[in-house]
T-cell receptor
Framework: NAGVTQTPKFRVLKTGQSMTLLCAQD?????MYWYRQDPGMGLRLIHY???????AKGEVPDGYNVSRLKKQNFLLGLESAAPSQTSVYFC???????????FGQGTRLTVV | KNEVEQSPQNLTAQEGEFITINCSYS?????LHWLQQHPGGGIVSLFM?????KKHGRLIATINIQEKHSSLHITASHPRDSAVYIC????????????WGAGTKLIIKP
């Protein structure tokens, strides 16, 4: 039982490049989330999904897109990376909206 | 004003000391979470509670719904407890999205 797995763990992008972060969970959870964590700030919600085929905007969605084509996967895309998107990204999942949260190990993204 | 506030922001203590981290919130909640993040590491859920008290090993979490306040206690603290401790609430008013505190950085010196 792997829990929540994020790939990749590290990535360096040039400004304007695109990439996709993958989050996979094997707990059959309905809810999945993408957060970013910046120094001195709490986690901020980028997008979330309450079930397969659904997505919704969080607190800081601009510059990101997501897809949840399969229940176990939640993809975060950056179409044109900017230095302001340098951050650590965490994926999380919960069985329902107010149950225990399980997190991936994080992806450290640097945009130069 | 942040909806979830933690105190202190930073805490340094000697090994063996009793540690208390506080969390106050201003929204209606269905649950409150305490999580731990080691330097450069992932985030691990410690407790989820909606009333009363929970204990796991040397960690104790309490919540007072009327006062909208929770505390995380660590007994007989150890250097391996050094981490950032984060409080988050499942808000009933925002589709159960988690609202996060800024975290408390705890350093336990040997």
């Amino acid at each position: 039982n792997a829990g929540v797995t994020q790939t990749p763990k590290f990535r360096v992008l040039k400004t304007g490049q695109s990439m996709t972060l993958l989050c996979a969970q094997d707990m059959n959870h309905e809810y999945m989330y993408w957060y970013r964590q910046d120094p001195g700030m709490g986690l901020r919600l980028i997008h979330y999904s309450v079930g397969e085929g659904t997505t919704a905007k969080g607190e800081v969605p601009d510059g990101y897109n997501v897809s949840r084509l399969k229940k176990q996967n939640f993809l975060l895309g950056l179409e044109s990376a900017a230095p302001s998107q340098t951050s650590v990204y965490f994926c999380a999942s919960t069985e329902q909206g107010d149950t225990e949260a399980f997190f991936g190990q994080g992806t450290r993204l640097t945009v130069v | 004003k942040n909806e979830v506030e933690q105190s202190p922001q930073n805490l340094t203590a000697q090994e063996g000391e009793f540690i208390t981290i506080n969390c106050s919130y201003s929204v209606g909640i269905s649950a409150l979470h305490w999580l731990q993040q080691h330097p450069g590491g992932g985030i691990v859920s410690l407790f989820m509670l909606s009333s009363g008290k929970k204990k796991h090993g040397r960690l104790i979490a309490t919540i007072n719904i009327q006062e909208k306040h929770s505390s995380l206690h660590i007994t007989a603290s150890h250097p391996r407890d050094s981490a950032v401790y984060i409080c988050a609430v499942s808000s009933m008013d925002s589709n159960y999205q988690l609202i996060w505190g800024a975290g408390t950085k705890l350093i336990i010196k040997p």
